[in-house]
């Protein structure tokens, strides 16, 4: 109890003394790969702006949708700079083949836009999503529109519902965080699953979609 207080109690007082500069800093620093409590962030300012006038609603939801837009882009971009590289360098230590690597690359061409946006209210996959979409060289018209839309809809969803219900919102986000972690992590062990089975088949399937040897980008 004591310690719920005290981290509530210093965001707070963060919102208070620097206000949207270090809601969107946190936001940011979250969707391009860090582990900050970017949602956290969002809520406790809509929380604020609900019970302190000076503090602007709308203000709040363009500031996080432009922290999370922005960051997960820097995100993609180290991704894809860096990421691929690595993945070729150094991936057979992983067991991670060129047509694996391929296989990844192809998910991503025909299913990054639905990864991007619904991992945006997953915590993790929100904080992976743009580096693992550079990685994989997912195409960037392709990203950024699921970026916007996703960023967008994440934002004013959250950041009304804190504003309109207040800490019960929070407190009720905060007790569904547990089962929607459980539910993507179901999920992805059955997309695992699915693509170990159908591996051979995928990666067929991939090596006509991206042709020719692979090179570091």
């Known amino acids: ?39 956290t962030a969002l809520l406790g300012a809509a929380i604020y702006a609900g019970t302190k006038h000076d503090f602007n609603i709308n ?3 363009a500031a996080a949708a432009v922290a999370a837009i922005t960051g997960r882009t820097i995100g993609y971009v180290i991704g894809h700079k860096f990421g691929s590289w690595l993945l070729l360098r150094y991936g057979r230590y992983l067991g ?12 991503f061409l025909r299913y990054g836009g639905k990864i991007v946006f619904f991992a945006q209210f997953v915590p993790v996959l929100r904080t992976l999503a743009g580096p693992f979409a550079g990685a994989n060289l997912m195409p960037w018209r392709n990203f950024i529109f699921a970026n916007v839309v996703s960023s967008c809809v994440w934002a004013v969803s959250y950041g009304y519902a804190a504003y309109w219900v207040g800490g019960e919102f929070e407190r ?11 539910i993507a992590l179901i999920a992805l062990i059955a997309g695992a699953l699915f ?23």
């Open 172 to 182: 009720l986000q905060a007790r569904l965080v547990l089962p929607f972690v459980f």
């Open 59 to 61: 203000a709040v939801i």
């Open 195 to 217: 693509v170990h089975q159908r591996e051979a088949q995928l990666i067929t399937e991939a090596e006509r979609a991206i042709p020719g040897p692979l090179e570091p980008r």
């Open 96 to 107: 991670l083949t060129t047509g694996r690597i391929k296989l990844g690359q192809y998910l």
């Open 1 to 39: 109890m004591f310690l719920e207080f005290r981290t509530v109690f210093c965001r707070m007082h963060l919102i208070h003394e620097y206000g949207l500069v270090a809601v969107a800093a946190i936001i940011g620093l979250e969707c391009l790969g860090l582990p900050v409590p970017g949602e």
